[in-house]
């Protein structure tokens, strides 16, 4: 091989990775005090140990790459740009799956977000409706703490119902707790089904038209969670309320 032929596999022998035949040839070379290779040899040795301890390295020619990747028995398809595409294409999928986990994860955020926004609107609405009621003129009020639960109700005859308690423990496990609208002289209407919260307060709005005219109260049994007619249990809260 001659002096030009075994420029880039001198690079290759300076870096330790010249291959079969290409290694023997050049020792061979050598062994004949070529002065001009022997100077590249020595160039390409100080050239390798000043770009192993500097940032960054030097670009090598695009041959001397292709020339390394065979040493090491990568394919050599597309050459450089070929190396660069399947780089490319293993970065991609690693991004790939990176980012479907934080797809994921902003998924399951928003997810979490939408329901807290959706809890909160409920609240909301539930908090202007109990608003409504206490402000409303013609609102009633009644109250209770004779037993364990204390609290108030507030009666509007075109608005509702709404009862506020405290000390008024979690239902166990398939009960809960249904307010009834109670007229004199009449029999118990039913104003909805209810759950108390684990501190043991209580909200709850019965919504519509009420007739206590004539006087009645409002009371709360320990029904079935599907609740009943008519009630089944003695009341643990009972407030009378007479309409003005």
């Known amino acids: 091989m001659t002096c030009d032929e075994l420029r880039d596999d001198l690079d290759l022998f300076a870096l330790g990775v010249a ?13 004949r005090d070529c002065e001009v290779c022997m100077a590249r040899l020595k160039e390409a040795r100080r050239l390798d140990a000043l770009l192993g301890g500097s940032t960054p390295p030097a670009a090598p020619p695009p041959r001397l790459r292709r020339r390394i990747l065979a040493s090491v028995g990568a394919p050599q398809r597309g050459g450089y740009w070929g190396l660069i595409a399947t780089v490319a294409a293993a970065l991609c999928l690693v991004a790939a799956f990176y980012f479907s986990g934080r797809e994921r994860d902003v998924t399951g955020q928003l997810t979490h977000a939408r329901e807290q926004v959706r809890n909160q609107t409920i609240e909301l609405a539930r908090l202007q409706e109990a608003f409504s009621i206490v402000n409303a003129a013609g609102t009633t009020v009644g109250s209770f703490g004779e037993g364990k639960p204390k609290g108030k109700v507030f009666v509007n005859p075109s608005r509702g119902v709404l009862l506020i308690a405290n000390n008024l423990p979690p239902a166990p496990v398939g009960k809960r707790y249904e307010m009834w609208v109670i007229p004199k002289g009449g029999k118990p209407v039913r104003a909805g089904m209810f759950q108390s919260e684990s501190d043991g307060s209580a909200m709850h709005i019965q919504p519509g038209p009420v007739d206590l005219t004539a006087g009645g109260a409002v ?4 029904e079935n969670e599907a609740g009943v007619d008519q009630p089944t249990s003695t009341p643990l809260i009972v407030a009378p309320v007479a309409l003005q």
């Open 219 to 222: 009371a709360v049994t320990l």
């Open 19 to 31: 291959g079969e035949p290409e290694k023997n040839e050049i020792r061979e070379h050598l062994r």
